[in-house]
T-cell receptor, first 114, second 114 residues
């Protein structure tokens, strides 16, 4: 157990639907990062939050949004889902808002869009 | 800006043979370097990291990596491969003295054969 909790572990939904992925960072970590991993695109950075504020944005689609709450958990919202959104979505956390100490990853949410 | 290049998306070795996974980095300031491992259907797990000090870094499961500034490399090695080492390995870099996030390579899938 890495200390980063992601729920749900698996999600199957239909095209056009909206889903919410949840992440609780490791205790004491202030920063949360979201990544998408697919066979053809590899590991893609989506977005970072630090202590409730958006810190950095990567290859995140406009149909996707995220937020970090006062208790530091984060949610990634995916809407108008397409078949191509099927992927593993990882959350990672770190103590500070940078990578100098490395990240701790959760076990991921596998999203299947049918 | 920083980047990493992992040479070889797939590497196959025999059990008991040397494992060598290559990573070259690019950064404008001294880097922090990391190797992560991802087993099937799991999140990324930190193998080892280089921050400062000794350039030969030892990690978990018998892996080690050497930071070579002159070659801008941080190759991952293990003297004797085991079947359980079959996984995907990611090299990552961040910059010292900045609020930079981790930048990951595209990954190398290690196959271990009998």
């Amino acid at each position: 157990d890495s200390g980063v909790t992601q729920t749900p572990k698996h999600l199957i939904t239909a095209t056009g639907q909206r889903v919410t992925l949840r992440c609780s960072p490791r205790s004491g970590d202030l920063s949360v990062y979201w990544y998408q991993q697919s066979l053809d695109q590899g590991l893609q950075f989506l977005i970072q939050y630090y202590n409730g504020e958006e810190r950095a944005k990567g290859n995140i689609l406009e149909r996707f949004s995220a937020q970090q709450f006062p208790d530091l958990h984060s949610e990634l919202n995916l809407s108008s889902l397409e078949l191509g959104d099927s992927a593993l979505y990882f959350c990672a956390s770190s103590v500070e808002g940078h990578g100098a100490y490395g990240y701790t990853f959760g076990s991921g949410t596998r999203l299947t869009v049918v | 800006a920083q980047s990493v290049t992992q040479l070889g998306s797939h590497v196959s070795v025999s059990e008991g043979a040397l494992v060598l996974l290559r990573c070259n980095y690019s950064s404008s300031v001294p880097p922090y370097l990391f190797w992560y491992v991802q087993y099937p259907n799991q999140g990324l797990q930190l193998l080892l990291k280089y921050t400062t000090g000794a350039t030969l870094v030892k990690g978990i499961n018998g892996f080690e990596a050497e930071f070579k500034k002159s070659e801008t490399s941080f190759h991952l090695t293990k003297p004797s491969a085991h079947m359980s080492d079959a996984a995907e390995y990611f090299c990552a870099v961040t910059l010292t003295g900045t609020a930079s996030k981790l930048t990951f390579g595209t990954g190398t899938r290690l196959q271990v054969t009998l």
